[in-house]
């Protein structure tokens, strides 16, 4: 049997073994909080932000400054309801949640115009709010982690299109053709928007595609399998716009259904409404609009009872509703209650990289119903694509319909555009004028066309000042012409 010091020694030793082993592991997982922390700070761009349960911050990550002008050791001890109301960002999270106490998720716009998806997570110790987690995201850093999985399955860049494989760039969605990176965090935005019910106010010109977005919204909502109404609120007299949109009881007006008709808001219950040119709407139909919107109840014409709406609703307009509200022509009330989440779409003219990904589209869609083959030629597209095109996507497609019915051959060639996309373009004109090409020798025809393409590429290079505005010269894909210069020996311009 042991002695008493016997066993103390080892009693003694095998505490010494446990606390080595403990120190070694916190001293792994204090490395391992390091690395995880510098990937999440310094490579996704989100960042984490705790609190206690009064909003005061107790840690902050570096990507703060990035997000909202602050860096994590200003904001460290600073109350977030005076963040907020010296708008850093709005809404906060943390305070909503705070509120709440349940999970909150907010759209936020900080005060050097980022727009962020923030989520407040709430920390309970023994039933009582303990801590506020709060994660943000920054919308553009969706479209470089899309670009590296895309770069890594496929092998290429999301700004250029791959022959090899046949993959496309209009990977945004399934609806929505673009290549565009500012409709790419726009189309981002909405897939987290749809899950809420939120109002949506779309703005942009005219043509530039609101109502495919507002379908976007709803298809990729929670109410996808429920109605969807689409009203243009400019299109409808004054008159019927109220019975059209509220319904009305039997007998209200002469002429009426004898049983009474559900409004466009019942039709569309449990779904969405989209109401399009929503500033055209008079000032009386705004202030029913508003109960609505904010009530969620409507009453018909000629009625008594309220009707209890659980519907999301989407708004549209081309028009700048601030200067109508300026003016006196839109209520100001409404217009705030309307722009909670608004999304400005861009002119055609901002995202041209997608007019080529757009004719394909369209002439694909109208090959297909008019059972033809239609193609068109890279001249053509070139010429296309240096278009303003003041009437946006809805122009272009009215063009390619028209150019898919008219054109007697199977390639739409230059002469068949309209005089006017023509006529706009001196710079396509210079290089429409420039034919000749210099032929060294006769020899074998594919030395000889080899010969010539090297020369249109060295030249299209020379005017463009890039690969990728050689491309577009040229009328082909960006690849085409990269891979034409290791081909040829070119040397990249930089």
């Known amino acids: 049997m042991d002695s008493i010091s016997e066993i103390i020694r080892k009693y003694s030793l095998e505490n010494i073994e446990e606390l080595t082993q403990f120190e070694r592991e916190m001293e792994m997982l204090k490395s391992l909080n390091g690395y995880l922390r510098d990937v999440y700070e310094n490579y996704t761009d989100d960042t984490i932000c705790i609190t206690d349960e009064n909003g005061i911050v107790e840690y902050c990550g570096e990507a703060c400054e990035r997000h909202c002008g602050l860096t994590a050791k200003e904001i460290i001890g600073m109350d977030l309801h005076d963040v907020e109301k010296d708008g850093y960002f709005t ?8 509120q709440t106490h349940k999970t909150e998720a907010v759209i936020q716009e900080t005060k050097i115009g980022r727009m962020l998806i923030t989520i407040g997570i709430p920390v309970f110790e023994d039933g009582k709010l303990s801590k506020v987690i709060s ?10 982690i899309a670009k590296l999985l895309i770069k890594s399955r496929y092998g290429y860049s999301l700004d250029e299109d791959n022959e090899e494989t046949g993959v496309k760039n209009d990977i945004a969605s399934d609806q929505i053709v673009t290549c565009s990176s500012e409709l790419y965090s726009i189309i981002s935005l909405l897939r987290v928007v749809a899950q809420t019910d939120t109002t949506i106010l779309f703005t942009g010109a005219t043509g530039t595609g609101k109502t495919l977005f507002a379908e976007f919204v709803h298809k990729n909502s929670k109410r996808a399998d429920k109605p969807y109404i689409h009203v243009n609120c400019g299109s409808m007299v004054e008159t019927i716009l109220e019975s059209e949109l509220y319904g009305y009881e039997a007998g209200s007006f002469t002429g009426s259904n004898r049983e009474g008709k559900k ?8 779904g969405t409404i989209f109401l399009d040119e929503i500033g055209d709407m008079s000032l009386p139909q705004q202030v029913k609009l508003l109960h609505a919107i904010q009530e ?5 014409v000629g009625g008594n009872e309220e009707i209890e709406l659980d519907i ?18 839109f209520r100001e009330d409404l217009y705030y209650r309307l722009k909670v989440v608004t999304i400005e779409l861009p002119r055609l003219r901002n995202h041209i990289e997608d007019v080529p990904l757009l ?10 119903a008019n059972n033809t083959n239609k193609e068109i030629s890279d001249r053509a597209l070139e010429v296309l694509c240096a278009y303003s095109w003041p009437g946006n996507t809805r122009e272009l497609e009215n063009t390619v319909e028209m150019l898919a019915v008219t054109t007697f051959g199977n390639v739409i060639e230059l002469h068949d555009l309209p005089e006017e996309i023509r006529k706009q373009m001196p710079e396509t004109e210079a ?10 020798s006769i020899g074998p025809l594919q030395d000889l066309m080899e010969e010539t393409e090297e020369i249109a590429i060295r030249k299209a290079l020379e005017q463009g000042g890039s690969p990728k ?10 690849t085409t012409v990269t891979r034409k210069m290791d081909k040829y020996g070119i040397t990249k311009k930089k």
Do not use: C, Q, W
């Open 91 to 98: 809404p906060s999270a943390t305070v909503k949640t705070i």
């Open 263 to 270: 409004g466009l808001f019942e039709m569309a219950n449990g």
């Open 312 to 329: 999301r609703i989407l708004v549209a307009t081309n028009r700048d509703l601030k200067k109508l509200v300026a003016e006196g022509k």
């Open 431 to 440: 290089v429409e004028d420039d034919k000749s090409v210099e032929v060294r």
């Open 359 to 368: 004719v394909r589209h369209f002439l694909d869609r109208y090959n297909a």
């Open 469 to 478: 505005e050689a491309a577009r010269l040229l009328g082909v894909d960006r």
């Open 296 to 300: 969620r109840k409507i009453r018909r």
């Open 135 to 144: 994660i943000s995201r920054d919308f553009s850093k969706e479209i470089d």
